[in-house]
Nanobody, 127 residues
Framework: VQLQASGGGAVQAGGSLRLSCVAS????????IGWFRQASGKDRESVSAISTSGSTYFADSVKGRFTISRDNAKNTVFLQMNSLGPEDTATYYC??????????????????????WGQGTLVTVSS
């Protein structure tokens, strides 16, 4: 599976961005998709994820501010990020999981559940 993330950029605090993750190489509807981020000098952390059936997961730090959706016809997952703050500054990565939902669904935040990763897209939020 090949993944292409886009939509990053520079925005002021309180602003919004929408990230996109386009997948190819496998039937998209069979893939769960996760978003992760890594800030400079920090460990990678899970942000959000969406199952093949549309169930969603959000890290506590982004609940109420971020939404995730998928458009299977366009092989794309979207991460809508609102009320951005400087703490959201990071490189954002999307990842795909081919694990069965019963397995993936137990720990959608765990990087080990994902077997394909895209390149990152940088999000910079200034105060």
């Amino acid at each position: 599976v090949q993944l292409q993330a886009s939509g990053g950029g520079a925005v002021q605090a309180g602003g919004s961005l929408r990230l996109s993750c386009v997948a190819s190489g496998r039937t998209f509807s069979t893939l769960a998709i996760g978003w992760f981020r890594q800030a400079s000098g920090k460990d990678r952390e899970s942000v959000s994820a969406i199952s093949t059936s549309g169930s969603t997961y959000f890290a506590d730090s982004v609940k109420g501010r971020f939404t995730i959706s998928r458009d299977n016809a366009k092989n794309t997952v979207f991460l809508q990020m609102n009320s951005l703050g400087p703490e959201d500054t990071a490189t954002y990565y999307c990842a795909a999981s081919s694990y069965a939902g019963s397995v993936w669904g137990k720990t959608p935040w765990a990087p080990v559940m994902y077997d394909s990763w895209g390149q990152g897209t940088l999000v910079t939020v200034s105060s």
